[in-house]
């Protein structure tokens, strides 16, 4: 409802939520990386990130429940300590993970640095001013383009134009994402290989000032999807194909 999400984290409250959810995912970060329930390998293009001089959004391939934490480790990895203190990480996500996910998982989704979706225009439109300010601040938002999940799933899938209106809105680049994977030798409790990451963060993409907004953003989507596409074939050295349309 209207006034219900404090994005900018400014009650005092909140601020302090954020603190604890914030350590208790760190901690449960290790806690995946040394039972090697997730495994990273390699971060390549860390440059890309820590050379930024503005906010920015990270555009990235989602197919596990777990790879906002992967993303989490680029962030870490790729900007220092210092400037982490002014330069936050933000996850947008959806209203009903936001709205009604139980337990951990739902603690961290309600207080860790998220910026919920809403079904409600007038609450949409307090996400879209907050998100705005947090950006042109010079904060970094992940945004899953392609609005949806597979497991596992190793190809681009076709992006939605959420995430490039947000970055034409505030005059912001996109800084895409790729992470493709392999088998390890690990079995998960599913029985299947964990899969390591090798996590590709690519060249901002900005928008263009001659551009009007609609060519803006799917110059900026096509761009996206290029960048994704040509690393995806030189990291599997096969072309990108579809078996359906």
Not at 110 to 132: D, G, H, I
Not at 154 to 178: E, S, W
């Amino acid at each position: 409802m209207p006034g219900e999400v404090d994005y900018k984290r400014k009650r005092f409250k909140n601020k302090i939520k954020t603190k604890l959810a914030f350590h208790a995912a760190r901690k449960f970060l290790n806690k995946i990386l040394d039972e090697k329930i997730m495994i990273v390998s390699d971060i390549k293009g860390k440059e890309n990130l820590r050379n930024l001089e503005s906010g920015a959004i990270i555009t990235c391939n989602h197919f596990n429940a777990l790879d906002s934490f992967a993303v989490q480790l680029v962030y870490e990895e790729s900007i220092s300590k210092k400037v982490r203190r002014k330069k936050k990480f933000y996850r947008v996500i959806r209203e009903g993970n936001y709205t009604s996910f139980p337990g951990f998982y739902g603690m961290l989704m309600k207080n860790c640095y998220t910026l919920p979706l809403a079904s409600n225009p007038r609450v949409m439109q307090e996400f879209l001013r907050a998100t705005k300010e947090l950006l042109q601040e010079g904060n970094l938002v992940l945004v899953y383009p392609e609005q949806s999940m597979w497991w596992n799933y190793r190809k681009p899938k076709p992006l939605q134009p959420g995430a490039f209106k947000i970055a034409c809105m505030a005059k912001v680049p996109i800084v895409p994402v790729f992470i493709c994977m392999k088998d390890s030798d690990i079995r998960g409790n599913d029985g299947f290989p964990i899969q390591e990451y090798e996590i590709n963060i690519l060249k901002p993409i900005y928008p263009k000032d001659e551009l009007k907004k609609n060519d803006n953003i799917s110059y900026m989507m096509d761009e996206n999807y290029n960048a994704w596409k040509n690393v995806y074939e030189e990291y599997y050295q096969k072309e990108l194909k579809y078996d359906t349309k």
